[in-house]
């Protein structure tokens, strides 16, 4: 019998049964820009200190900071989005299974929402892969069926080398040809004018290198915050049932074999 009971308690504990005694890998993202802003954007939504962070990118993250439980964690996100800051998420090194209180267990799909934000380096100068140019077309698709959003190219460095400047005008021409106008697209510390930017990138003295340059593409709203990717991505409820009953046909088998211990 208390092999049995150990046994359970093993299976309980692997698959989240309980609910963690801290949430120190996860926090509440409220969101992400291409460029530094005023804190008092947060303030008037009535959070007077938010953590200031910025990637290895330049993108500037805000963030809520780490909170003792991870239900207070989900507290806080369901108040952000509340407070109109739609873009907010749930980060962390690894997406939680569970959340529980006692018994009463809820799935968390909203953990793997991912920020629309994609590095794109191309490997033949004179055209685009395969993968790339899936990701481009989808880009395309999405700013045609949503005019509210707009595209920001982040650069690694300027000047670009050879390398940089070819992909910067082979990426450029790509949304043109695909008639995204340029007043929708910008490219992140360049002249205001995508055009311009464009010519003034591509034409500038430099030098070739061996290194691939990578250009960062990223959808933001119109608060100029990156969008988290919703797009194409299977429905919550679909998400929870699906869970549901891969969690239950595990918890049968083990039982299954408990009863034998």
């Known amino acids: ?33 291409t460029h530094a802003i005023e804190t008092s954007f947060f303030k008037y939504a009535g959070y007077e200190t938010v953590l200031v962070k910025k990637d290895k990118a330049g993108f500037i993250q805000y963030h809520l900071g780490k909170s003792s439980t991870y239900n207070q964690i989900e507290k806080n996100y369901q108040t952000a989005l509340k407070k109109g800051f739609e873009q907010a998420r749930i980060i962390g090194d690894s997406p939680a299974k569970y959340i529980s209180a006692g018994f009463q267990q809820k799935k968390t799909a909203y953990t793997n929402h991912q920020l629309f934000i994609r590095p794109i380096s191309l490997k033949n100068e004179s055209g685009i892969d395969k993968e790339d140019r899936n990701y481009l077309e989808k880009i395309t698709i999405i700013l045609k069926e949503n005019p509210q959003l707009k595209l920001r190219f982040v650069l690694p460095a300027s000047p670009l080398d050879a390398g940089g400047q070819q992909q910067l005008k082979t990426i450029s021409n790509f949304f043109l040809v695909h008639k995204i106008p340029a007043y929708r697209m910008r490219i992140q510390g360049a002249h205001h004018d995508f055009l311009t930017a464009v010519e003034e990138l591509t034409t500038a003295h430099t030098r070739e290198t061996e290194n691939n340059t990578t250009i960062v593409l990223a959808l933001i709203n119109l608060k100029e915050e990156v969008i988290v990717d919703t797009f194409d991505h299977p429905s919550t409820t679909k998400q929870l049932m699906t869970s549901a009953k891969e969690d239950i046909s595990s918890i049968m088998k083990w039982w299954k074999y408990i009863k034998w211990v």
């Open 1 to 33: 019998m208390k092999k049995r009971l150990a046994l359970l308690l093993l299976v309980a504990i692997n698959m989240g049964w309980f609910d963690a005694i801290n949430a120190q890998g996860y926090e509440v993202q409220l969101s992400v820009f």
